[in-house]
T-cell receptor, first 115, second 111 residues
């Protein structure tokens, strides 16, 4: 079965730079979720999209923005990076097809390191 | 406030011993509860959810609304069960299905 794809897998940036993380959901999945997991912490919900519209928002800084495109892939844009943004960023998808209702399938994550 | 608490960071047991990973939640409504597992160098994957009432890989979990708990149990641990386990809550008030995770428990099954 197809899985959620995230790119890049690793990213190193300097403070105040910008970063773009990409997420490609499982085919036919229409909902994408973003989570942030800091070192030694649990994953924290950032934002979600359903059918290309923002559906929920969590503890996402104003410096971050995200969108879902017509092909359902999503991008998380992060500006003015801070040291505290260093974390593992997970993307998950859900929808018709693979999985039961509301079951989220996770990607491998993008590890962002801010120096 | 919505919160999931997993009191144990690490649980170490011998193969064949019973396992119970604790999970307590705080939520005023009726949430949906999940257990996710992450094996070494693999991605997070759903283990089970309370509404399905299934037994997956020998694991079961019962939602106790009185105690607001959703403990994960297995009568006889296997070495391949060694992994990180996350309890998660999805509030019904949110149709989006976002997950609120606990801190995770590392299960170590020794031979």
């Amino acid at each position: 079965a197809a899985g959620v794809i995230q790119s890049p897998r690793h990213l190193i940036k300097e403070k105040r730079e910008t970063a773009t993380l990409k997420c490609y959901p499982i085919p036919r999945h229409d909902t994408v979720y973003w989570y942030q997991q800091g070192p030694g912490q649990d994953p924290q919900f950032l934002i979600s999209f359903y059918e290309k519209m923002q559906s929920d928002k969590g503890s996402i800084p104003d410096r971050f923005s995200a969108q879902q495109f017509s092909d359902y892939h999503s991008e998380l844009n992060m500006s003015s990076l801070e040291l505290g943004d260093s974390a593992l960023y997970f993307c998950a998808s859900s929808g018709p097809g693979q999985g039961s209702y509301n079951e989220q399938f996770f990607g491998p994550g993008t590890r962002l390191t801010v120096l | 406030a919505q919160r999931v608490t997993q009191p144990e960071k690490l649980l170490s047991v011998f193969k064949g011993a019973p396992v119970e990973l604790k999970c307590n939640y705080s939520y005023s409504g009726s949430p949906e509860l999940f257990w996710y597992v992450q094996y070494s160098r693999q991605r997070l994957q759903l283990l089970l959810r309370h509404i399905s009432r299934e037994s997956i890989k020998g694991f079961t979990a019962d939602l106790n609304k009185g105690e607001t708990s959703f403990h994960l149990k297995k009568p006889f641990a296997q070495e391949e069960d060694s992994a990180m386990y996350y309890c998660a809550l999805s509030p019904y008030s949110s149709n989006t299905g976002k997950l609120i995770f606990g801190q995770g428990t590392t299960l170590q099954v020794k031979p």
